[in-house]
C-alpha cells in the first residue's frame, strides 16, 4: 500500500508501521480464503502476523474494518476491468476479441479475489450500504462502459434503437459478476474453463451487438 498512512488515532505511521499493518492485511486475507469471515478474531489475525491484538487495534477498529480495507484495494483494481471495453470495437472479429477479453478478464479478477469478494457479496446481500458501495464501485465502471458501447451501436444503426442501452448493459454485467463468482459451481457440472469463457463471450457479443460473433 502506498502513501500516508494514520493509525486509528490520526497519527501517521512510519515505514515499520506501514509494513505492520501491510502484514496484518495479507495474513487476514489469507485467512479469509480458507475460514468463514465471521470465524476470525483479531486476536488470530495478530498472531499469524506475528504481532499482538494491541497492534492490530492501532491500525483498524475490528476485523469488519480491516476487511472493508481490503475490499477498497480490490474495488481500485477492479475499475481497471472498464479498460476491457472503453473504446473497443464490437465489429467483426475485433468485436469477439472485445467479448472473449471481457470474459477472461471478469473470470480471472473474481478468482484472485474469491475470499474478500465473497465477504462483500454478503455484507452487501445483509444491506449494508459499505460493502454494497464497494460491489457497485467493482461493477458501475463497466456496466457504464457498455452502456456506451451499446448507445454508440445505435447511433450507427447497427443495434435496435428501442433497446435500453443501460437495461442490456447492466443485465450482461450481473450475470459475469454471478457466473465468475460461481466457477467452482461450474466445474461440479462438468463445464471446463475452457467451454465456459467461450459460450459467455457468445452471450456478451449476442446481448450487445444482436448477432452472432464472427470469429
Known amino acids: 500500500m502506498t502513501g500516508q498512512v494514520r493509525t486509528v488515532d490520526g497519527r501517521v505511521a512510519g515505514r515499520r508501521g506501514q509494513a505492520t499493518r501491510q502484514k496484518l492485511l495479507d495474513c487476514l486475507g489469507e485467512m479469509l480464503s480458507t475460514s468463514p469471515y465471521r470465524?476470525?478474531?483479531v486476536i488470530d489475525v495478530a498472531r499469524k502476523a506475528g504481532t499482538s491484538p494491541a497492534t492490530f487495534y492501532q491500525y483498524f477498529p475490528d476485523v469488519e474494518g480491516a476487511v472493508l480495507e481490503i475490499a477498497e484495494e480490490m474495488a481500485k483494481e477492479g475499475a481497471a476491468l472498464t479498460g476491457l471495453?472503453?473504446?473497443?470495437a464490437w465489429t467483426g472479429k475485433a468485436g469477439w476479441q472485445t467479448a472473449e477479453e471481457l470474459v477472461d478478464g471478469f473470470l480471472t479478477f473474481w478468482r484472485k479475489h474469491?475470499?474478500?469478494?465473497?465477504?462483500?457479496?454478503?455484507?452487501?446481500a445483509e444491506g449494508d450500504k459499505r460493502f454494497y458501495?464497494?460491489?457497485m464501485k467493482i461493477l458501475n465502471a463497466v456496466t457504464n462502459s457498455l452502456t456506451d458501447?451499446?448507445?454508440e451501436l445505435q447511433s450507427k444503426g447497427k443495434v435496435d434503437k428501442d433497446i435500453s442501452p443501460a437495461a442490456v448493459a447492466g443485465s450482461l454485467v450481473a450475470m459475469l459478476a454471478a457466473v465468475a463468482s460461481h466457477q467452482k459451481g461450474f466445474q461440479t457440472w462438468?463445464?471446463?474453463q475452457a467451454e465456459l469463457k467461450p459460450s459467455l463471450a457468445t452471450i456478451v457479443h449476442l446481448g450487445i451487438t444482436g448477432r452472432k460473433p464472427t470469429k
Open 39 to 41: 470465524d476470525v478474531k
Open 85 to 88: 471495453v472503453s473504446e473497443r
Open 114 to 124: 474469491d475470499a474478500i469478494l465473497r465477504v462483500v457479496d454478503l455484507g452487501a
Open 133 to 135: 458501495k464497494i460491489r
Open 149 to 151: 458501447s451499446v448507445k
Open 190 to 192: 462438468g463445464v471446463k
